[in-house]
């Protein structure tokens, strides 16, 4: 069958959901961190073919992605910051012995 | 079968294979691996769908950036070869039905639903019109976001040195630190 609009949504719900999956069931704040950039990933990958298959003649989709990416760059690099620090002051990255950030 | 459908259909097989493992493996760093597998996975889509700037952009900033960034933080944190806590079987259960029902109903919604797209080519994704576009000012122009953007990461900058500043106080009883001790 020829591939189109409907196989690519189909990739990236099921990246999504995979990417719920991990964020659900793993308790290790960089696997949590992994699981959004699944997430993340399926999301432009919707941009880029509703992009591609239904407004051929535009770009939005396309830039929405670009910025779409650089956001998730600027993300993962503080959630690596904040990740690493905690680690050093509580030599764990399990989110159950993070619970005292909130206090 | 011809060689852009088998390619397509290799191509989301790797992706999906790999988010699969990326999520579902106790080894943090393999995990890490399956994960890069994955993202290029996604590159590979968007050169199949030929918008080749984007996957560019995907292998530079994902593959190049974000994965090192969560290995070299993987080999900060981690003891090499330590497996991750199994997860308690009701609640993988209980994600897993979620996720499934989930899966289920958006894709019932999105086979339902008709798209209607424009058959225009006003603009091709090349790298020429993606510059053009992405500094004009006027009508239909990605100039404010893309400074925008620029203010964000130099926010980022920022932040993570301040994260990452350590007091002085904290350096001086840093050979106190007990793991420090127990050799």
Request: hydrophobic letters at 55%.
């Amino acid at each position: 069958m020829e591939p189109g609009l409907y196989h690519i949504l189909f990739i990236s719900a099921a990246l999504f959901f995979i990417g719920v999956y991990g964020f659900l069931t793993r308790r290790n704040l960089i696997t949590m961190l992994m699981s959004i950039e699944l997430i993340l990933n399926s999301v432009n990958l919707n941009f880029i073919a509703f992009n591609k298959y239904l407004w051929p003649g535009k770009m939005d989709g396309l830039f929405f992605t670009l910025f779409i990416i650089a956001i998730a760059a600027a993300e993962a690099a503080v959630a690596i910051a904040i990740i690493i620090n905690l680690y050093r002051s509580h030599q764990s990255i399990d989110v159950e012995n993070a619970e005292d950030l909130k206090y | 079968m011809t060689g852009s459908i088998i390619i397509f259909y290799l191509l989301a097989a790797l992706t999906l294979g790999c988010g699969i493992l990326a999520v579902s493996t106790r080894q943090i760093f393999r995990a890490a691996i399956y994960l890069l597998f994955a993202l290029i996975g996604i590159a590979g889509l968007y050169f199949w769908l030929e918008y080749e700037f984007i996957a560019a952009v995907q292998i530079v900033v994902y593959v190049g950036g974000i994965v090192v960034l969560i290995i070299f933080s993987i080999f900060l944190t981690h003891q090499a070869g330590e497996k991750l806590p199994r997860q308690r079987l009701d609640r993988k259960i209980f994600a897993a039905l979620a996720v499934f029902c989930g899966f289920a109903l958006t894709m019932l919604q999105v086979y339902q639903h008709e798209f209607y797209g424009s058959e225009d080519t006003g603009e091709a994704p090349t790298v020429a019109n993606i510059g053009r576009r992405m500094l004009k000012v006027d009508d239909g122009g990605y100039a404010l976001p893309f400074e925008v953007i620029s203010i964000l990461l130099l926010a980022a900058l920022i932040g993570c040195i301040v994260i990452a500043l350590r007091e002085k106080k904290e350096i001086k009883e840093l050979p106190q630190r007990p793991e420090d001790k127990k050799p």
